[in-house]
Structure formats: C-alpha cells, structure tokens
C-alpha cells in the first residue's frame, strides 16, 4: 500500500473539502430559509413592518400572516417533494404533477366537490376526493401508456399520455365552470388561480396529517429511489423491489400532489422547478435531497405569497403569477451555472 | 459434494409478442467459469434476464442454488447472484460512491442506515475495481471503460455468490481488461465465485473458461470444453462466416480468427458475378458479395420485387421486367447481355413459378457460354411449377457441369477458389 499512501491521503482531504462545501451550503440555506420566513411575516396589504400585537386588529392581522405562511409551507413542500419523487421514478426532468396528469386530475375532482355541495364537508372531503380522482386519472394514463408495451411503460408513453389526459382534465374544468351557477363559478375559478387563503382549520390540519405523512413516506423510500435512478432492470438486480417502489412512490408522490391541488388550487411551477434547483444545489441523493427540497419549496411560495399580498395592495396577485414571473428568471440563472451537477444535459 | 448454481430446464422465454428461448437446458456448476457465446441477438442476453428472474419463463424452470429464481425473495436473490449490464445509464449526477453504494441497497435499514460490514464491502470492491480514485467524480463523466469498472464495483458490493456480465468487458481497454478479467479470475479461484460471462471476444474466453455454452437463434446449440465447443465447422455455420480455429502451440489455448486472407484485402476483385435471385433470397448474398468487392449484376427481376428494391438501393444493375408479369424477350436479352460479362452466375434459393422459370434457360445459357454456374440445393423444396420442370432443368444443369452451394461460407469458399484457380 506504502506506494498508494499518498494518494489516498490527496483524495480524503479532497472529499473532505467537498463535504465540508456541502455542509456549508447546508447551513446558508437553512439561515436564508429563517430569515425569509420572517421576512415574510413582515409582509402585508395593511404594510410593512411588525403589526400593533395590542390591538385586536393587529394580533389578527399577525395570526392571518401566520397561518397564511404555513399553508404556503404546507403547499410548497407538498408540491416540490412531489416534484423530486416523479423525476426520480421516471428519471426525467420534464416529470412533475402537472406533466403526468395528476394535478389535473386533483383538480377535476376538487372542482366537482366545489360544485356540488358546501360547507365542512366539502371543506374536509376535498383532499380525499381530489386524492382518489388523481389515482384513478394516474392510473388512466398509466393504462394507456402500457398499450403495447410488454408491462412496463416508456418514460415518453407515460408523459405523452399524461399530458393528454391532463388537458383532457382541464377541458372538462372549463365545461363545467361554463355551466356552472354564477356563484359556483366564481368559487372554482378563485380556487383554480392559487391562492393560500386559509381554508377551514378542520382541512388544514387533515391537510397537515396528510402531507406529513407523504413526506414522511417518501423519505423512507428515498435510498430505493436513488437505486432506481440507474433504472428498473439494474434496481431488480440489486434485490430491489423495484415494480412496488415504483408504485408506492407514485402513491405517495400523488398525495402529496392532491392534498396541495385541494388545499391552495392549481398552483404551477413549484413541483417542477424548485426539485430541479435543488438537486442543481445540493445533488442528486434522494435521501437529502426530498427534505431540503421539501423546506426549500415551502419557503418558495411563502416568500412568494408574501410579495403576492403585498405588491399591488390592497389588490392581491394570484401567486402562480408570482412563482413564475419572480421565480422563473432567479432559477434560470442558477440552473444555466450548475445543471451539471443535477442532470446530465 | 459439487452443488449447482444456475439450472435451466426446458425454458422457454421471451417478450410478449416475440418468444426468443426455445426450449434451453443447462446446468452451470458452483464455482464455475462459464462463457456464453453466439451471434447478435441470438438471445444471450434473454437468457441471463431470465436467469435474474427479470422475466418470467413462459415454460420450465429457473433454478439459482437449486432454488427456484421466482420463488426468492428479491434481497435473497441479489446475495446469490449479481449482474453487470452491459450498459447502466444515470440520469441525474450522481457521484461513483453514490452509484457503487446502490450495491448494498437490498440490506439497507428501515432509516436508510447501512453497517459497517456494508461500508466495509463498498471500499473494498472499489479498491478491487480500481475506481477508488473516482470516487468523488461524476459517474456520468467517466469514460465508457471506466463506468464499467464501477458497474462491476457495485455489484462486487453486493457480495454475490455469482457473477453474470453482459459484455461488459467488451468496452475496456487492453490493460484494464486483463485487470478486469484477473479480478474475475481471483474471485472464481478464492472465493469460488461462479461466473457465466456473455463474450464476443472468442479467443479470450477460451483462455479463461472451464466451460464453453454455444447458442444460435435462441437455441442451446452445443456446452462443453473449448476444445469442444470451438470447432471450426460448428463456429462457421452459427456466425454465418469463415473462422479459424488454432491451438496456441505453447499455452494450449485455442484461438479463434477470421479468415481472411490477401484476396480479400484487394478493395477490387475485378471479378464479375450475376445473381439470379427473386422474392428477397438476394438480399443477403447481394450484401456479402459487395463487402467481399465483387462487381454485381442480377436479373431478371420484376419491378418491386424486394430483391429489385434492394438491387437498386445497392446500386446493382438489373435486368427488369414489368411487376407480377412473365419475363418477356426484352428482359431476357438484357440479362443475357450481363452474363456475358460476368464470370460466374449464383442462383439463390429462389421459389420457381411458371412466370420465372425463364430464368433457368439463363443458366442452361450461361453454362452453355462456359461460365461458373452455382446453384442453391434443395430446388424441390422451392418447385411451383407443374410437373415439377424445375426439379428436371436443375438436375440436368448439374449433370452438364453446374454447382450446387448450401451455406453462405460455402458459396463463399467455392467463389474464392474458383478466383484463384483462374488466376492462378
């Protein structure tokens, strides 16, 4: 070994030095997220600064930023974590809630509970049927990709067809907005745009158990996930369960999904972009990748809806406007410097 | 007491719409050193998802260590067998560590924690491998021999009692090979690893393997020693061209080449052949013909026939006749024109109908002009006409001084010699 001493010496300094960046980069993004949290508790249409906690309308105004922040953190979380679960499993950066048909599918499902009745039901039905109707919508276009293959779908069937089934999904939306009551109406299409108004707390905190759950699911999973990045045939061979990872992360991946579809709308960009920026950030390893992306996607759209409220008070912009007219460029710029280290281009 | 390691029995195995195995048998002992040879797409590489229990057999029985491949649990699986694809292909950037790590992920804990044990024998198939110095690079930046190495260190971590390798020693370089090929070596003597390597490289595997497992077109065509297995004959016939066998006078290993010699290296042979062909039996000498550089003509064909298609993609000239019609005097002429400049004439294994039969006349005529004239076997397999006229011309064409030819290597053989008694 005396030969190959030193060698081994160079590389452990250097993988100590990578691990010692790493972490460092950890800890930022950790001050960074704190710090915009509060920010964003400073943020307001009745402006900035620390409301008057001594009067009632000030504590108010105080709780309606709080419990607007953990429906953004609920939400965000949701969406990215999903996000970092669908390109995992489909080992592709075009995979997300949207591309696969299953927002659209939440959607259909929450639009026809809105529709059809009201109240605390609806209010704590919401994530469940938005729930099933996104299995049965994934299960569709998981069907129709399967057409003519031998059981296992291309990555390329199962987007082609999700995104056809997911405008499918929208049309049906528009018909029935178009029928619909002038109430109902405007019901859907306030929900539709995104917004993190609080609902009900009875659904927030359903919402919360759900999301917690998928979080929590999804990172136990997350060593699988990263063998099934080098595909279903190696993943196999490795003494994988690889068919029932498959579909346990779909599961998951899918409620998480649904829940934040039923709980804030049709809320774009987070699950696609935030999981690429991370993985760009920090790396591809699922198993540290899906909590921070979770933190980092929830800090995303509270920061967002922030500016949303705030902007043009008194009137407030949808925040999907936000994400995508603010993120967009920001994550440009930091995807353009480190794709590399996420995917390969 | 021997035990067994890998045992087909009677598998029969494929994809939905397409069967590759057809009835295979054989049984590769504990400890063993085995290659697995054969053409492209002959099914080698069905044969070793079926051994991983990757795909169901649609009949008989996969058995690893005398257990039943379907019936292991897949963590039970992976420590008794490991395979190195021929390819594996990472999307996201993830680090070598990262991708031989995935060796130990049927043992991982329920919080994602692995032991000791288990970082013990991620390091030392890396040091095995010698990708340990890689370790912090991107998988997917590496070079292609490189990446193989760390495909081979993730599923050394798997600490498998047996090895299959799809090729994947085929993309190294000379030095890493025989590293590579030492590692196996190694891991079959110490620690009686089983081995079953799929291999192109004919030679080399002869120099390592106990054993020899020879498959064609899904079939187990022969097992046994090298010596057994690389038999001249045999070789050519399955890969469909001429080989050389040679025992290396001092080490005793066989060696298996191509045969190719100084008229085969002369880009142009000068050499003209005519092909009568029809319904696609063309193709495929109008292939080899061309790669072995004879200048070619063919004909008569009818418009769109496959072979015409195919005569006219290869740029081969051709005397035409008009679709699904009799081959009229015009044709006829102009094909006669051709075998007047060739030297040989090949008939392939064309069906004979009464609208082509004219084309035997071509060959009583060539014969007549002094020509080689070479005729496929087996015309009564391929004789539509009434009263079984084929049969008859072709009969007399070999009594007159024609040849017959049934294989490819062959015709090939017999049109090199009769190039070089001409020249001679």
């Known amino acids: 070994m005396g030969m190959n001493d030193s060698q081994f010496c160079d590389e452990n300094s250097f993988s100590a030095k990578n691990r010692l960046k790493s972490e460092l980069r950890i800890f930022l993004f950790f001050a960074a997220i704190i710090l915009l949290l509060a920010l964003s508790m400073l943020l307001g249409p009745s402006g900035i600064g620390i409301p008057d906690m001594e009067s009632s309308s000030g504590s108010a105004i105080f709780s309606l930023r709080f419990s607007r922040l953990l429906m953004g953190m609920m939400t965000g979380a949701a969406l990215s974590a999903s996000g970092v679960v669908f390109q995992a499993l489909l080992r592709n950066p075009l995979a997300e809630p949207y591309v696969l048909g299953v927002s659209g599918g939440a959607g259909l499902g929450a639009t026809l509970s809105i529709l059809a009745g009201s109240g605390l039901f609806v209010s704590l039905g919401l994530p469940v049927v938005a729930f099933i109707s996104a299995v049965l919508t994934l299960m569709i276009v998981y069907g129709i990709a399967s057409q003519g293959s031998s059981g296992h779908p291309s990555v390329y069937s199962l987007i082609l067809s999700g995104v056809i089934v997911s405008s499918i999904c929208s049309s049906v939306i528009m018909f029935l907005v178009s029928t619909a009551s002038v109430e109902g109406m405007h019901n859907v299409i306030w929900w539709m745009l995104g917004s993190l108004q609080p609902v009900s707390s009875a659904q927030q905190q359903l919402s919360a158990a759900l999301i917690l759950g998928g979080l929590g699911g999804i990172w136990l999973l997350s060593p699988r996930l990263n063998a099934l990045a080098l595909g279903r045939e190696m993943a196999h061979y490795q003494g994988l369960h690889a068919d029932l990872v498959l579909v346990v992360g779909l599961l998951f991946a899918t409620l998480l999904a649904a829940t934040a579809v039923s709980l804030s709308g049709m809320i774009g960009f987070v699950g696609l972009i935030v999981p690429h920026v991370m993985r760009a950030v920090f790396g591809p390893d699922n198993r540290k990748l899906v909590p921070l992306a979770a933190l980092g996607g929830g800090t995303f759209l509270v920061v967002c809806d922030a500016l949303a409220r705030t902007l043009l008070a008194p009137i407030e912009i949808p925040v999907g406007v936000v994400t995508a007219l603010a993120g967009g460029p920001f994550f440009l710029i930091i995807l353009q410097r480190r794709m590399k280290q996420a995917w390969i281009a | 007491m021997e035990k067994n390691a890998l045992s087909f029995r009677d598998v029969s195995a494929g994809y939905k719409h397409r069967k590759v195995l057809d009835h295979v048998s054989f049984t590769v002992r504990e400890g ?142 000379i030095n890493h090979r025989q590293e590579v090929l030492q590692i196996l070596m190694n891991l079959n003597r110490e620690k009686r690893m089983t081995i079953l390597l799929v291999s192109h490289d004919l030679t080399l595997s002869a120099s390592i393997s106990d054993r020899f497992l020879l498959m064609n077109s899904g079939r187990l065509i022969k097992a046994g020693t090298p010596v057994e297995v690389l038999e001249p004959q045999l070789l050519s016939t399955v890969y469909n061209c001429d080989l050389r066998v040679q025992q290396d006078p001092y080490t005793g290993y066989m060696q298996v080449s191509g045969a190719i010699d100084s008229l085969h290296r002369q880009k142009k042979l000068n050499r003209n052949v005519h092909v009568i062909a029809g319904g696609g039996s063309g193709i495929e000498l109008y292939r080899r013909l061309l790669i072995e550089g004879y200048e070619l003509t063919t004909g008569v064909l009818n418009r769109l026939d496959s072979d015409a298609e195919a005569a006219r993609a290869l740029n ?20 006669l024109k051709m075998i007047d400049s060739a030297d040989t004439v090949i008939l392939t294994p064309v069906p004979f109908g009464s609208g082509n039969l004219v084309n035997l006349d071509l060959a009583r005529a060539a014969l007549k002009k002094g020509k080689t004239v070479l005729l496929a076997n087996d015309i009564a397999d391929r004789d539509y006409t009434d009263g079984k006229a084929a049969v008859q011309l072709v009969s007399s064409l070999l009594n007159d001084g024609a040849l017959g030819w049934q294989s490819m290597p062959e015709l090939m053989l017999q049109l090199q010699q009769h190039s070089y008694n001409r020249y001679q």
């Open chain 2, 32 to 173: 063993e050193f085995v290659s697995l040879i054969g053409p492209n797409g002959c099914g080698k590489s069905t044969l070793l998802k079926t051994a991983a229990a990757l795909l169901k057999p649609l009949s008989g029985v996969v058995e690893l260590f005398d257990q039943d491949v379907h019936l292991l649990k897949p963590a039970r699986r992976a420590s008794l067998l490991g395979v190195v694809p021929q390819k594996i292909e990472s999307p996201m950037a993830f680090t070598v560590s990262q991708i031989v790590m995935n060796g130990r992920i049927s043992s991982i804990g329920r919080w994602g924690t692995l032991s000791p044990r288990d970082h013990d024998l991620v390091e030392r198939s890396m040091i095995y491998t010698d990708v340990l110095g890689l370790r912090e690079r991107y998988y997917t930046e590496l070079s292609g021999g490189e990446q193989q190495r760390v495909a081979l260190a993730m599923v050394l971590a798997q600490d498998p009692d047996m090895i299959m390798l799809d090729e994947s020693i085929s993309h190294l370089d």
């Open chain 2, 316 to 335: 081969i000239a051709v005397a035409l006749e008009q679709p699904f019609s009799p081959v009229g005097a015009e044709a006829i002429a102009q094909a």
